[in-house]
C-alpha cells in the first residue's frame, strides 16, 4: 500500500524493547544538529528503529549529553557524539542516511526566507563535509528555507563531483503528516488510511496539498479546500506564534522526520514498497526542483509519480501556477549563494 508505515499499525512493543528480531542489514545514520530542538526528539526516534545500528550525533555544542542519555535506551543502535568542525569526518565516515537539521528556526514574524543569511552557510559547511566523506549517502535536508538550501547543497555537491540527483531529499513530509492529521479530522477518517500528496516547495503558497488526490478518496466543497490548503500552508507559523519567540515546529518535525529516515531505510533495505513527498530535482514541471511523491528504492529516487499532477481540479492547477514564481525565486537565490562565493 502506499500507507507510510511509520504510524500506529507498526509494532509499537518492538520499538520499545530489545526483543528485536535480528535484521538482515542494519543502517547508519548521522543527525547533523542533534544537539537542537529538532535534533534531540529525533535522535530518540532515531533510536528505536530497529533498522539502525549506529547512530551518529554531531553538533557544534551540548552533544556528548544527548548521546549519553539516549545511549542508555535498551535498543540495538550504538550512539556516538561529535562535537564540532573537527570531529565532522569522522561522524560522516561509512553513513548510509545524513539528516541535517542543524541551523536557526523561525521567530514570530519571521519567513522561512529570512533564515537564509545564517543557514545557508551552516547547509553549505556541512554538505561539503557530506561530499567529502560519504558522497553515497541519502541525504535529508531539514534546515529552512528548504525551498533554497536543497539547491544550495546540490551545487555544494556538484562543485565537488558528488551530486547524485537521486540521493538529495528537502524534507517536506511534516506538510504531509499535517495534512493528513488536518483532512482526517474534518472529514472524519481513519487516521491510518488518510494519505494527501503535497507539492510545490516547503514555504507560504509553495506547500500545495492536493486534496483532490486524498486516499481514500474523499471529496471536498470549495470551502473545505480552501480552508484546509491555508491551515496546511500556515500551520508552522501557527507554532511559531504560539512558541511565542522559544522557536519554530520540533515534536511534529522530529516525528515527520523520522518518518522519512524510516521510509529511506526501508527503501535500502529492499523494501519494494516506500513512497514518500519530498522536494527533489525534478522534471516534473519546467522548475529544476519541485516536491513530489516519489518511490523510493535502493538507489534514492527509483521514480517520481507524475500521476498526482495529472487531472488536478482547477483550484489546483490555478495553485500550481501561482507558486512557480516565489519558488522558482527562492531556488535560484539558493543556486547565486553558492556560485556567488569567492
Ligand atoms: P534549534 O536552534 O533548536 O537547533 C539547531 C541546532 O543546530 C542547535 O543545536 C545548533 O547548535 C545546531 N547548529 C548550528 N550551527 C551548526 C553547525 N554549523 N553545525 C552543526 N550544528 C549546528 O533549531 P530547531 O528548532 O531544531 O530547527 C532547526 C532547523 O530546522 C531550522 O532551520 C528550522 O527552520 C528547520 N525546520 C524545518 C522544518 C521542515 O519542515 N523542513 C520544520 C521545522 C523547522
New binding site residues.
Given amino acids: 500500500t502506499l500507507r507510510a508505515s511509520f504510524g500506529p499499525k507498526r509494532e509499537v512493543k518492538q520499538r520499545f524493547t530489545n526483543q528485536l528480531q535480528p535484521q538482515a542489514s542494519t543502517f547508519k545514520v548521522a543527525v ?2 542533534a ?5 534531540q526528539p529525533l535522535a530518540l526516534l532515531i533510536k528505536m528503529s530497529p533498522l539502525v545500528s549506529a547512530l551518529h550525533l ?5 552533544v556528548k549529553g544527548v548521546a549519553a542519555d539516549l545511549s542508555h535506551c535498551n535498543t540495538p543502535s550504538q550512539v556516538l557524539d561529535f562535537t564540532g568542525p573537527s570531529e565532522l569526518a569522522n561522524c560522516l565516515k561509512g553513513v548510509d542516511v545524513v539528516v541535517i ?6 521567530k514570530p514574524g519571521m519567513s ?1 526566507d529570512d ?1 537564509f543569511n545564517i ?1 545557508a552557510n ?1 547547509v553549505k ?2 554538505v561539503e563535509a557530506v561530499a567529502d566523506n560519504c558522497p553515497d549517502a541519502f541525504i535529508h535536508i ?3 528555507p ?1 525551498n533554497s538550501t536543497v539547491p544550495i547543497a546540490a551545487e555544494v555537491l556538484k562543485q565537488k563531483g558528488a551530486y547524485d540527483p537521486k540521493k538529495l531529499f528537502g ?2 513530509t ?1 506538510d504531509v503528516v499535517r495534512a493528513n492529521t488536518f483532512v482526517s479530522q474534518k472529514k472524519n477518517l481513519k487516521l491510518i488510511d488518510v494519505d494527501v500528496p503535497v507539492v510545490g516547495g ?1 514555504a507560504g503558497i509553495t506547500i500545495l496539498p492536493l486534496l483532490s488526490k486524498t486516499r481514500p478518496s474523499t471529496t471536498f466543497t470549495d470551502e473545505e479546500v480552501e480552508e484546509l490548503t491555508v491551515k496546511i500552508q500556515n500551520a ?1 507559523t501557527e507554532v511559531v506564534e504560539a512558541k511565542a519567540g522559544a ?4 515534536l511534529s ?1 522530529a516525528y515527520a522526520a523520522a518518518r522519512f529516515v524510516e521510509s529511506s531505510l526501508r527503501a535500502l533495505d529492499g523494501d519494494g514498497d516506500v513512497y514518500e513527498c519530498t522536494f527533489i530535482q525534478s522534471e516534473l514541471t519546467e522548475l529544476p526542483f519541485f516536491a513530489s511523491r516519489v518511490k523510493l528504492g535502493k538507489n534514492g529516487v527509483e521514480a517520481v509519480i507524475s500521476a498526482d499532477l495529472q487531472g488536478l481540479t482547477q483550484y489546483e492547477e490555478k495553485a500550481v501556477e501561482a507558486l512557480k514564481e516565489e519558488l522558482m525565486a527562492s531556488i535560484k537565490k539558493g543556486v547565486d549563494f553558492v556560485h556567488k562565493q569567492p
Fill in positions: 547533523l544538529g544537539a537542537g530542538g529538532i535534533g554531531y553538533d557544534i555544542a551540548n537539521p542543524a541551523g536557526v528556526p523561525r522561512r533564515l543557514n551552516i559547511t556541512l531539514i534546515s529552512n528548504v524534507v517536506t511534516l516547503h508552522g522557536g519554530s515546529a520540533t518535525m
